[in-house]
């Protein structure tokens, strides 16, 4: 029968080692994923590591899991990598085309795919292409080509099994109950290191201000979505995709503690809930060993210690990302790929205090006015969809300065 994400799901405990390639082994995703690995060598096998720039840990990852081979994208790091790993018999490519074809590789069963943004897109392709399982931290990849991503998915009878700690506690809650509709599906939200704040409070906040997250330890990139809820908002589009609900049946609630990760509501009203300390190498452990659970130490969760679970609307109308993202699933094709590229440029110039906290949902609203509409884009045309919004918001960017 059909199961999660409209494709098909095959109940199969490993009896074998699970070959995994880590695209994105030095981030935090990827370092996390190699200590469930270190945890469980009887169960997994390293197979390919990739590195943007890291060269010096992405050497040092290779040393110790000893992996079939590595990618380092920049090409100026391939001499450094391959001397380092020369004595080894390690295989060391690289460059962006070396990550999508090296997916490809016989000996790899499972993606785990932890690059950032926009770069996950076409390596994921290659890898669903390929017949290889997916474990997706790059939520951007659906937000981008959702449609195509996931009709790729079934029709190459590829599985899709999420990473972020939201989707993976939905998952979760849905297990069992394939069969039984969804009603709505509740996304849960820290608010972030501003919750609460008001618009006047925001116009000068730092970026070293905002990328302190009260709960989690991310990447600056997904740091700064956080606290502008733009994080969330590519969660709702990722959701559309992953569990096949309407924009209606995604809901997002505001947590602070982080401790329910996440709700599904079915037909008869009542509600499952996921729960557990804020801790990564969960839902990383489960979309590597579904359908199993492996026995692990990672601390517990003591209801006495939180004697007070809290919930709240979040205020979309100061930070605007969360409308943003909405507008964009709602209207469909090549938008949420527009918001996507829009938020990325707008981060990066965050970053590098080109502009400031609120300008990032300005710069976001006005790419997607500005930027070519397509309702039913094809691959090439998401890249040029990417392309176009990236030249747009530097354009508005340099317009404000």
Known sequence: MPGLFGVWFKIDFMSEKTHVAILGSTGSIGTQTLEV?????????????????????????????????????????YEKVKEALLPLDIKVYAGENALAQVVEMDTIDVVL???????????????????????????????????????LAKNKGVNIYPVDSEHSAI????????????????????????????????????KEQALKHPNWDMGAKITIDSASLMNKGLEVIEAKWLFAVEKDQIEVVVHPQSIIHSLVQFEDGSIKAQLGLPDMRIP??????????????????????????????????????????????????????????????????????????????????ETLEKATFIKQPSLEEYKETDKQSRIITQQLIKSKV
């Not at 110790?64 to 920049?74: G, K, L, S, Y």
């Not at 292409?129 to 449609?147: F, M, R, Y």
């Not at 998952?171 to 969804?182: K, S």
């Open 113 to 151: 795919t932890a690059l950032v943004g926009y770069s996950g897109l076409l390596p994921t392709i290659h890898a669903i292409e390929s017949g290889k399982q997916i474990a997706l931290a790059n939520k951007e990849t659906l937000v981008v080509a959702g449609e195509l991503i996931t009709t």
């Open 284 to 365: 990383i452990q489960f979309a590597l060993s579904y359908p199993e659970r492996l026995k692990a130490d990672f601390p517990r969760f003591d209801f006495a210690r939180y004697p007070n679970l809290t919930f709240e609307q979040p205020d979309a109308e100061t930070f605007r990302n969360l409308k943003l993202a909405y507008h964009a699933l709602e209207k469909g094709g090549n938008a949420p790929c527009i918001l996507n590229a829009a938020n990325e440029v707008a981060v990066a110039a965050f970053l590098n205090d080109e502009v400031g906290f609120l300008e990032m949902s300005d710069l976001i609203g």
């Open 171 to 206: 998952f979760q809650c849905l297990v069992g109950e394939f069969h039984n509709p969804i009603e709505k599906l509740i996304l849960t939200a820290s608010g972030g290191p501003f919750r609460g704040k008001s618009k006047s409070f925001l116009e000068h906040v730092t």
């Open 37 to 77: 690995i270190r945890s469980h060598q009887e169960k997994f096998v390293v197979e390919v590591l990739t590195a943007q720039n890291n060269a010096d840990l992405l050497i040092q990852q290779a040393l110790e899991f000893r992996p079939n081979c590595v990618v380092i994208a920049n090409e100026l790091l």
